[in-house]
């Protein structure tokens, strides 16, 4: 059985936790405390070089890192991939825009805000990450007034990768009420069948 190494916190981690769900696949879940160092113990880093989770171990002991490419990787052939050659290039441009343009400046302040101290030096970060990630707000808003997801007209793991940051977003002290296609969508993710929340642990 596959095992997951995740942190229950972490959206990234989130995003192939609730794949998971939905493509109603069995796993192994190991929790992994990046708070107390535990990515950057030798055990670890023999699995994963960059020390980070998520990192998804599969039956023959390979190693995939990174989140997106491990939704990639789960997804393909199943329906939460679109066949046409176009709406998956524009899958993969979504994904691409939430590592990009939308992680470091919506996940990041989550975690500044929610991790570290209130006298953490990275607190200076915050107002030029919440600006830019406003404006990857905005990009999203705009995309979604005339679209209902965000590549082939339905739900896709474009909208997974995006939606694990999004919906947390407030807990980094961004204002979502500015964004209304962006909270009409948040709606429509979490009414897709076997959702999970974000702090759903898994057996």
């Known amino acids: 059985m596959p095992t997951l190494y995740d942190y229950l916190d972490s959206g990234n981690g989130y995003k192939i936790r609730l794949l ?8 192994r ?4 405390d990046i708070m107390q160092g535990g990515s950057r113990t030798p055990q670890f880093l023999a699995k994963n070089l960059n020390g980070r989770i998520p990192t998804f171990e599969l039956d023959d002991g390979v190693c995939l890192a990174e989140s997106n490419a491990i939704l990639w990787y789960l997804a393909e052939g199943s329906r939460f991939i679109p066949e046409d050659r176009l709406a998956r290039a524009q899958t993969l441009q979504w994904m691409f825009f939430e590592q990009y343009s939308h992680e470091p400046y919506v996940a990041t302040p989550r975690f500044i805000v929610k991790h570290l101290p209130e006298d953490s030096p990275r607190r200076a970060e915050l107002p030029d990450r919440l600006a830019r990630g406003r404006a990857a707000l905005d990009v999203m808003n705009t995309h979604l007034k005339s679209n209902p997801f965000f590549a082939g007209g339905r739900y896709t793991i ?3 990768a995006l939606y694990a940051y999004t919906h947390v977003a407030e807990e980094g002290i961004h204002d979502l009420t500015a964004y209304p296609q962006v909270n009409a969508w948040l709606e429509r993710v979490a009414s897709q069948p076997q959702y999970i929340p974000i702090t759903y642990r898994p057996a």
């Open 20 to 27: 998971m769900s939905q493509l109603g696949r069995h796993y």
């Open 29 to 32: 879940w190991q929790e992994i």
């Open 158 to 160: 474009a909208d997974i």
